[in-house]
C-alpha cells in the first residue's frame, strides 16, 4: 500500500486552466504539506495543514488553493495556471511531536506541464 | 529564518573514490536529515540525525551531525555507479515545524 498517494502523476494544461493536484496518506500523521520543485530541483514549501488547519502558508500567488476536508487529505487548487507554474509538486506528510525522528513522507510528485 | 545550503551543488565522480557533501544551516536546529531523489522520482529518506555527534551509516554512506558548527555531512566510500542520484540534506529548526531544504547535489557517479 502506498503510504502517501498523489494523483495525477503527470498534468498537462494549457495557460488560463484550472486544475487541481489531489494527495492521501494512510500513515496516521496528522501533518501534510506541498512543496514545489523548480527545475534546478530547488524544493519550496508552500502550505502546511495540521489535523485540518492550515499552519503554514508562503508567499505563493493567490491562485493556489490548499484544502484538507480531513487529515488524511490535502488537495491543492490552482486558478488561471500560467506558463511559470510548470514544476513537480510534491505531496509530504508526517507527525509532529515525539515522531519528527522520522521526518518526512513524500508522494512521488505530479509533473505540472503548462502550454 | 532557518536557511541551508549544500555543497558542492555538482559532483562528478570515479567510481572507487571517496568524497564528502557538505550541509551547512544558519539557526539552531537538532534535526537533520538527508534524502535521495532520484530522476523522475520521489525523495527517499536516508538518514534521520537527532543529537550532536549523532553518526549514521549505511553500505557506502555515512551521514553525521555537529549541531554546534551547524553542519551535517554526507560521506561516500568507494562510490558505485548506483549511488548517482540528487542528495537533499534539510534541517527543522529547534522551535517550529517548517522543513527547509538545502538546494541538493547532484552527484554522478563515473566508472
Known amino acids: 500500500d502506498t503510504a502517501v498517494s498523489q494523483t495525477p502523476k503527470y498534468l498537462v494544461t494549457q495557460m488560463g486552466n484550472d486544475k487541481s493536484i489531489k494527495c492521501e496518506q494512510n500513515l496516521g500523521h496528522d501533518t501534510m504539506y506541498w512543496y514545489k520543485q523548480d527545475s534546478k530541483k530547488f524544493l519550496k514549501i508552500m502550505f502546511s495543514?495540521?489535523?485540518?488547519?492550515?499552519?503554514i502558508n508562503e508567499t505563493v500567488p493567490n491562485r493556489f488553493s490548499p484544502k484538507s476536508p480531513d487529515k488524511a487529505h490535502l488537495n491543492l487548487h490552482i486558478n488561471s495556471l500560467e506558463l511559470g507554474d510548470s514544476a513537480v509538486y510534491f505531496c509530504?506528510?508526517?507527525?509532529?511531536?515525539?515522531?519528527?525522528?522520522?521526518?518526512?513522507?513524500f508522494g512521488s510528485g505530479t509533473r505540472l506541464t503548462v502550454v | 529564518e532557518l536557511k541551508v545550503e549544500q555543497n558542492p551543488l555538482f559532483l562528478s565522480m570515479q567510481e572507487g573514490k571517496n568524497y564528502t557533501i557538505y550541509c551547512n544551516y544558519s539557526t539552531t536546529s537538532d534535526r537533520l536529515y538527508w534524502y535521495r531523489q532520484d530522476p523522475g522520482k520521489s525523495l527517499e529518506s536516508l538518514f534521520v540525525l537527532l543529537s550532536n555527534g549523532a553518526v549514521k551509516q549505511e553500505g557506502r554512506l555515512m551521514a553525521s551531525l555537529d549541531t554546534k558548527a551547524r553542519l551535517s555531512t554526507l560521506h561516500i566510500t568507494a562510490a558505485v555507479h548506483d549511488l548517482s542520484a540528487t542528495y537533499f540534506c534539510?534541517?527543522?529548526?529547534?522551535?517550529?515545524?517548517?522543513?527547509?531544504f538545502g538546494e541538493g547535489t547532484q552527484l554522478t557517479v563515473n566508472p
Open positions: 509530504a506528510s508526517s507527525s509532529q511531536g515525539p515522531s519528527w525522528n522520522y521526518g518526512y513522507t
Open positions: 534539510a534541517a527543522l529548526p529547534t522551535s517550529g515545524s517548517r522543513l527547509t
Open positions: 495543514y495540521n489535523n485540518k488547519e492550515l499552519i
